[in-house]
């Protein structure tokens, strides 16, 4: 890092330039804009496989330069920060390479597409954390106000102990069965289908907002449509097909019931089948005195119930998390003026530059990303065994 402007330089380096990769940008441009950051982070480089599509993106989204191979930014001094934005069978590879180099690295959810994987890049992350080089996982949803209100109130002990949780993740964009073969449907390259795409947040959220593990599980795995058109064109979660099809290889829909460490019972769904849901990432908490719910597709509100409440005019009461005295907020807009979709991005990039600052490791660690992995893991060989109950065995904790 070298001084620039009164702040020192994070020169990012971000890898893939499609979905995330647009929504990464959109973070690094914006977070010094409305955060004051200890750190002044650039647009230093994007890296993409074709010079020309590359350049084209690196234009439009605020790049400075561009690089066809992820290896050539390992080499180049002004780069502080790798941010993978590709496809999970890559994760491993270019994490471990960045942090041996040297460069902090932010990674996409799943964090790798198996335990082996990600259990290397844990280690690979504690070699580096020792040499003062961190790493972060990319579970966005923690950074959403309401999100963050709901890990403070039960931290706090608004409804008690926690008793049970509901964690869901419902999308609806694979039930047409005309839907093409993309990625995300291929075993090889996303590791799973709706366990790690989705289900990967459902069980971070879950961690997160417990401030626990999980202990065991039994899982239940289901492909509704094991053949599709192969993409002729594919944009974000949409494509055209074309005569040729293909194997999906993955599954569709994840179910599960599973223990925290406490023993609190958990159930699990996540699923790109349920029509009508289009990011429903849901979650309700049940506590000794009260509950929290929370559902992305209402991304500004948290539900809170409290048992203690008067029985006549008791009730989930709707807060609007959009108060200065809210996780975030205060940075935004005034009460009521709502943030969306990308804010949890900029509030990443933000808690990874104060983190990287003051020379800790930022949250959710690498072991936090292993230990999903471990759930994605248990749930997937359990519902290869007719939902057996299965052990994780982790107790690894940043
Ligand atoms: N945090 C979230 O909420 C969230 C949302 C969507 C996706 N993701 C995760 O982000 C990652 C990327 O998903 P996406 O939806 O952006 O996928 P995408 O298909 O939209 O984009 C993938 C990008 O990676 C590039 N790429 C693939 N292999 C590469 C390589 N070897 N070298 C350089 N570039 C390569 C592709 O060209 C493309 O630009 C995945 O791990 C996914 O699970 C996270």
Redesign the pocket.
């Given at each position: 890092m070298s001084e620039q402007a009164g702040k020192p330089r994070l020169g990012v380096a971000m890898?893939?330039?499609?979905?995330?990769?647009r929504?990464h940008s959109q973070a690094w441009r914006t977070a010094p804009k409305f955060f004051d950051l200890p750190l002044a982070p650039e647009m230093t480089v994007l890296?993409?496989?074709n010079k020309q599509a590359a350049q084209a993106a690196a234009d439009q989204l605020g790049w400075s330069d561009v690089e066809t191979d992820?290896r050539a930014v390992l080499e180049r001094d002004d780069v502080d920060l790798v941010d993978i934005?590709?496809?999970?069978n890559?994760?491993a590879e270019i994490a471990e390479a960045a942090l041996a180099a040297g460069k902090h690295v932010l990674v996409?959810?799943?964090m790798a597409n198996t335990v082996a994987e990600a259990e290397s890049m844990a280690a690979a992350a504690r070699a580096a954390r020792a040499q003062g080089v961190h790493s972060m996982v990319?579970?966005?949803?923690r950074r959403v106000p309401a999100v963050q209100l709901a890990r403070q109130l039960v931290e706090a002990g608004r409804i008690g102990q926690v008793r049970q949780v509901r964690a869901q993740y419902l999308q609806d964009w694979l039930a047409d069965e005309t839907a093409p073969l993309?990625?995300r449907l291929d075993k090889e390259l996303a590791g799973s289908g709706a366990l790690?795409?989705i289900g990967a947040?459902a069980v971070d959220l879950t961690m997160f907002i417990t401030g626990q593990r999980f202990a065991g599980v039994s899982g239940l795995l289901e492909t509704f449509v094991p053949e599709r058109p192969v993409a002729e064109s594919?944009t974000?979660l949409h494509g055209t097909g074309g005569s040729q099809r293909g194997p999906v290889t993955v599954d569709d829909a994840a179910l599960g019931i599973a223990r925290l460490e406490s023993g609190a019972p958990v159930t699990l769904e996540a699923t790109r089948f349920a029509w009508g849901r289009k990011n429903a990432l849901r979650i309700e908490v049940t506590g000794t005195k009260g509950a929290l719910a929370f559902d992305f597709e209402e991304m500004n509100v948290l539900n809170l119930y409290e048992a203690a409440d008067d029985a006549a005019t008791s009730g989930f009461r709707r807060i609007l998390v959009t108060e200065p005295e809210h996780p975030y907020v205060e940075a935004w807009w005034p009460p009521g003026h709502g943030l969306g979709y990308e804010h949890g991005f900029t509030h990443q990039v933000v808690d990874l530059i104060n983190a990287l600052a003051e020379g800790r490791e930022p949250s959710p660690s690498f072991e936090d990303g292993l230990h999903v992995q471990r759930v994605l893991d248990a749930l997937e060989r359990s519902a290869g065994q007719e939902s057996r109950w299965t052990q994780i065995e982790d107790t690894e904790r940043s």
């Open positions: 890898i893939g330039y499609a979905f995330m990769g929504a890296v993409g496989r992820w934005c590709t496809p999970g890559t994760h996409e959810k799943p990319g579970f966005t949803y993309s990625w790690g795409d947040h594919f974000g």
